[in-house]
Nanobody
Framework: VQLQAFGGGLVQAGGSLRLSCAAS????????MGWFRQAPGKEREFVAA????????DYANVVKGRFTISRDDAKNTVYLQMNDLKPEDTALYYC?????????????????????WGQGTELTVSS
């Protein structure tokens, strides 16, 4: 599975941006797709996830209500709509795929549970 993330950029605080993650290769409806981010000097952290099978979602508390993850089955693409951006959202954003054996497996926020990763796209939010 290959993942390509794009859409990052420079945004003012309070602004919006949408990230995209295009998946190719042997994807599956059993996959969970996630977004993670890593700020300079910090560990990679979970942002949001979506289950291909039923579109169920999971969000980190710090982005809940501001970010929305969605998928387009026809395009094999996952999106992260980010609204009301804050300077602390500045980071390199990665999309990731977690293969699972079950259609309804609960989400994992652990980096190590995600097998496939995109190259990252950078978001800078200015104050």
């Amino acid at each position: 599975v290959q993942l390509q993330a794009f859409g990052g950029g420079l945004v003012q605080a309070g602004g919006s941006l949408r990230l995209s993650c295009a998946a190719s290769g042997r994807t599956s409806s059993k996959y969970h797709m996630g977004w993670f981010r890593q700020a300079p000097g910090k560990e990679r952290e979970f942002v949001a996830a979506i289950r291909w099978y039923d579109g169920d979602t999971d969000y980190a508390n710090v982005v809940k209500g501001r970010f929305t993850i969605s998928r387009d089955d026809a395009k094999n693409t996952v999106y992260l709509q980010m609204n009301d951006l804050k300077p602390e959202d500045t980071a390199l954003y990665y999309c990731a795929a977690r293969p699972t054996l079950s259609l309804r497996l609960t989400f994992s926020r652990e980096v190590n549970n995600h097998k496939f990763w995109g190259q990252g796209t950078e978001l800078t939010v200015s104050s």
